[in-house]
C-alpha cells in the first residue's frame, strides 16, 4: 500500500477492522530448504514469532514475519 492513512481511512469507512505492524520483508531464495535457512537465522538470534506468512511480489518470493514484541531490532541486525 503507497498511501496508509488512505487505506486505513477507506477500511474504516467499509467498517473494516485494520491494525497497522511493523513487520519484517526478507527476500528469499526460490528454492527447497531457503525458508529453513530463515528460520534458522531467527533461531540462533533467540527470536521468537508472533506470525509470518511467504508472499510473491515481482515473481520473486518474500518472508514477511512479525516478530515477537520488542525483537524487531535484533530481526534487523540479523539480515542487516
Known amino acids: 500500500v503507497s498511501d496508509i492513512e488512505k487505506a486505513a481511512k477507506q477500511l474504516k469507512e467499509a467498517k473494516i ?9 526478507i527476500p528469499m531464495d526460490e528454492r527447497i ?7 534458522s537465522k531467527l533461531a540462533e538470534g533467540n527470536v521468537s514469532i508472533e506470525y509470518m506468512y511467504v508472499c510473491y511480489s515481482d515473481s520473486k518470493p518474500y518472508i514477511v514475519i512479525r516478530p515477537a ?6 530481526c534487523e541486525q540479523i539480515f542487516g
Request: glycine fraction near 4%; hydrophobic fraction near 55%; charge should be negative.
Open 17 to 25: 477492522s485494520a491494525i497497522q505492524t511493523d513487520v519484517l520483508w
Open 69 to 74: 514484541q520488542m525483537e524487531l531490532d535484533k
Open 33 to 39: 530448504g531457503a525458508l529453513a535457512e530463515v528460520l
